[in-house]
């Protein structure tokens, strides 16, 4: 079978959601059938399953399954335009010839996710807009390997959300209107961000959401998530505390880019963080590491002088790098202990929440 690049384009996103830390989901299913003269291309993950059916004629039964990275490279290192594809060997118009490895398995179950999917009545149907705000929290995804059930943002009372649970929980406020929680796995993050896609409409299934990417149906096996919705009153109220102190992003970040010299040494990047009258007095103090101290301009209530809080110069530093020239620590008075604070925009776009270390 014979086949263009432009047609086989689709293969990129088969090797974007590639795992090759799992066995056989760095894999392409091909299966030719000459019955109906179509071609399906298939990959299945924990995560995320991909299917695409392509109207060719075909001279001759066959399924194989290959490696998807190793065949996406082909197509776009070769200098042909045609490409040829049979059931032991990929042919490049220029007369290169390759053959792949080969594996004695298949894709069987993707095939009852469709006949399931086939038999539902789609559940929701939600467009979700302002995807490129995903950047600004994808880093604070829990880890598939480590939490599974924050690997994960999450659309939540119309913000982007997401969380490692130990140390940060970012959110980001969207143009969507969705009154339901709206779960974005990992690969489904990964495939939108690099695609550069700022709408998507995704339909709902019991066990499954799909849509449909560049010529892709995507299909997104539903996890149970435990994603904190951070909006609820009980929560809310552990960091979103009574008082406000605004600090100029460019001073602070560069006093931090200064201190994160003596700082990186520290356990966990720790910094100390005294709030004055008008300054904030960041100190980097940990035994054996060194000291260093640097003094910032900043608008604290009366109530706040002499609060200090303990925090990772890492987090700190990734935390402000999406915020706005001038933003907002909600911390409590003096005297007060907490175990969060909020950093936040001026105007409410960009919220972190950040678990602040205990002396």
């Known amino acids: 079978m014979r086949f263009t690049k432009e047609e086989l384009q ?8 590639a795992d090759s830390k799992i066995e056989f989901h760095d894999k392409v299913q091909i299966i030719a059938n000459k019955e109906k003269n179509t071609v399906k291309f298939t990959q299945m993950s924990d995560q995320i399953n991909f299917v695409t059916e392509i109207p060719k004629q075909v001279d001759k039964d066959f399924e194989i399954i290959i490696p998807i990275v190793q065949l996406n490279n082909l197509l776009k290192l070769s200098g042909s335009e045609e490409i040829e594809l049979t059931e032991d ?27 399931n999917l086939n038999d539902q009545k ?6 979700v807009n302002d995807l490129e705000k995903l950047n600004f929290v994808k880093n604070y995804m829990g880890e598939f390997e480590i939490d599974k059930a924050l690997n994960t943002i999450a659309l939540i009372n119309n913000h982007f959300v997401a969380s490692d649970r130990r140390n940060v929980i970012g959110a980001v406020k969207s143009n969507n209107n969705i009154d339901n929680k709206v779960y974005l796995s990992e690969k489904t993050v990964k495939l939108l ?12 299934y019991d066990g499954y959401y799909t849509f449909e990417l560049g010529g892709v149906k995507v299909i997104v096996n539903i996890i149970p998530y435990i994603l904190p919705d951070i909006f609820d009153e009980n929560i809310s109220k552990k960091y979103m505390h009574p008082y406000e102190v605004s600090i100029d992003k460019k001073e602070l970040n560069e006093a931090l880019k ?33 000291y260093a101290i640097e003094k910032v301009q900043a608008d604290v209530p009366a109530k706040v002088v002499g609060q200090e ?5 890492h987090f700190l530093m990734s935390i402000i790098s999406v915020l706005s020239d001038d933003l907002i620590i909600k911390i409590d008075e003096y005297g007060k202990d907490f175990v969060a604070i909020a950093i936040k925009d001026i105007d409410d776009s960009k919220l972190f929440v950040y678990q602040v270390y205990r002396g």
């Open 10 to 17: 689709f293969l990129e996103i088969y090797a974007i959601g």
């Open 89 to 115: 060997k990929i042919k490049l118009g220029d007369g290169s010839t390759y053959e792949l490895s080969k594996y004695d398995f298949s894709y069987t179950n993707i095939e009852d996710i469709i006949n």
């Open 122 to 127: 789609t559940e929701h149907v939600y467009k």
């Open 258 to 290: 200064r201190i994160k010299v003596v700082a990186s040494s520290n356990n966990d990047g720790r910094i100390y963080i005294t709030f004055k009258e008008n300054i904030l007095v960041i100190e980097s103090k940990e035994e054996y590491a060194g």
């Open 193 to 204: 961000s690099i695609c550069k896609l700022s709408t998507i409409e995704l339909s709902f």
């Open 309 to 313: 809080i303990i925090v990772s110069i």
